[in-house]
């Protein structure tokens, strides 16, 4: 099995509103990644874990807090979000936080903030 | 630092016809690279990988690419593509020192019938 899941697959929001994505993986990858994309640019990285532990942050706001529960779980809580937040986001997941590793992308969720 | 660049925004192509997507890196050190492909309103998929050893890497869906290092490509081709190959294709790099990925500007290969 060689999926990542994501839900929800859209999600309408207003800047004052609070909601989570999911990302679940079971390959026994104990690096997980969220991704931020733009329509037709590539993704850019936003947060890492390796080892359920948070080992980057790409200075992202903190409107945006990661969380990873365990090993096969990924989430991004969202809060205040701006309109320029709209995109798709991508979770990601490998089997180590190495150069050389495949990341296996989930089909992300397109997030719209009103 | 690090760069890949992909040279072409878009490739039109007529189907089975044969292509090219252009990639090019900035790198002083051993590199790893990769071609991911993204179909519409998709996340994105590895198509191949070049860690070490053979130059000429075979990947999914009849895709193939070539690790130059004199010229610092790895350009990817198809020797006949189908509708089905309608997507945007990313270069990336990574290297041992950092593992983040470095992604190109994406190529959007346009199958015209």
Request: one cysteine or more; glycine letters at 6%.
């Amino acid at each position: 099995d060689t999926e990542v899941t994501q839900t929800p697959k859209h999600l309408v929001m207003g800047m004052t509103n609070k909601k989570s994505l999911k990302c679940e993986q079971h390959m026994g990858h104990r690096a997980m990644y969220w991704y931020k994309q733009k329509a037709k640019k590539p993704p850019e990285l936003m947060f890492v874990y390796s080892y359920e532990k948070l080992s980057i942050n790409e200075s992202v706001p903190s409107r945006f807090s990661p969380e990873c529960p365990n090993s096969s779980l990924l989430n991004l809580h969202l809060h205040a979000l701006q309109p320029e937040d709209s995109a798709l986001y991508l979770c990601a997941s490998s089997q180590a936080r190495l150069a050389g590793e495949t990341q296996y992308f989930g089909p992300g969720t397109r997030l719209l903030v009103l | 630092a690090q760069s890949v660049t992909q040279l072409d925004s878009q490739v039109p192509v007529f189907e089975e016809a044969p292509v090219e997507l252009r990639c090019n890196y900035s790198s002083s050190v051993s590199v790893y690279l990769f071609w991911y492909v993204q179909y519409p309103n998709q996340g994105l998929q590895l198509l191949l990988k070049y860690l070490s050893g053979s130059t000429l890497v075979k990947g999914i869906n009849g895709f193939e690419a070539e690790f130059n290092k004199s010229q610092t490509s790895f350009h990817l081709r198809k020797p006949s593509v189908h509708i089905s190959d309608t997507a945007e294709y990313f270069c990336a790099a990574g290297r041992d020192s950092n593992y983040q990925l470095i992604w190109g500007a994406g190529t959007k290969l346009i199958i015209k019938p």
